[in-house]
């Protein structure tokens, strides 16, 4: 049977490979016992590794040479393209199912027609929290699904944050208390989801709020201002009109 050039050379590539992944993946996971490497694949740059790792503060992406000896942390850009590639890869690592989410355990503000969807887990005690609810209350037409989600750090932002799910009118009562500042007045023994959120976002390993998701699953943390999420949500519904 003949063995063409090609097909050998294809071969000793796979091969060599094969190798390097095996290399990484043991001087990684020996060196760092409680991360996990979930994948492994050639980057654009010739000889280095993009590694893909699951650890306890989550996933992480790093670079490596093919034998695992130096690791490169950090954003891989492409200039000619102005791509982000590093964070192109996060934001598919770090993905939610917008279907996944529980939305009935959510406090459901709608603006305008609510047209374009947003979820946002919120501590009723957090001070960037109750900024980033200032630059939502600036958007029209969509619809704000709010996770309570009362931090550790926060002694009384459950009890906040079940006084608002008992209120009558929850999305009066949340923008009031996040706004404003008014503390909803009533009984907070109410069956509530606050448990269930908290578990949640433990799920999700959110450890700050206000973390937002989209219907596309990007997860933005922290504090965005009214003109950015305005141009994030439209850009979604774009996509998704295409579909």
């Not at 095996?22 to 409680?34: L, Q, V």
């Not at 992480?60 to 000896?69: K, N, R």
């Not at 704000?144 to 989600?149: D, K, P, Q």
Request: hydrophobic share 40%; charged share 25%.
């Amino acid at each position: 049977m003949k063995i063409t050039l090609t097909a050998l050379l294809l071969a000793l590539i796979s091969t060599a490979t094969l190798a390097g992944e095996s290399d990484i993946r043991k001087a990684i996971e020996t060196a760092y016992p409680g991360v996990k490497i979930s994948n492994i694949a050639k980057s654009p740059i010739n000889g280095i590794f993009e590694v893909s790792t699951d650890g306890p503060q989550g996933p992480l992406v790093v670079y490596s040479d093919h034998m695992g000896e130096h690791l490169l942390i950090g954003d891989l850009l492409n200039i000619k393209n102005k791509r982000n590639l590093t964070r192109e890869r996060m934001d598919k690592l770090t993905e939610v199912k917008w279907d996944s989410l529980p939305l009935h355990n959510a406090i459901k503000v709608v603006k305008g027609d609510g047209s374009r969807k947003l979820a946002v887990f919120s501590d009723p005690d957090c001070p960037y929290c109750k900024k980033a609810e200032t630059e939502l209350n600036k958007l029209d037409n969509v619809t704000v699904y709010n996770f309570a989600y009362p931090l550790p750090m926060h002694p009384d932002a459950g009890r906040k944050a079940i006084l608002v799910w008992c209120s009558n009118d929850r999305a009066k009562a949340w923008q009031d208390l996040m706004l404003k500042g008014i503390v909803p007045s009533g009984k907070a023994d109410c069956k509530n989801p606050i448990e269930d959120n908290l578990a949640l976002g433990e799920k999700l390993r959110i450890d700050g709020t206000p973390a937002m998701i989209f219907p596309n699953g990007k997860r933005v943390p922290g504090y965005v201002d009214a003109t950015r999420l305005e141009a994030m949500l439209n850009s979604v519904s774009a996509k998704t009109a295409k579909k």
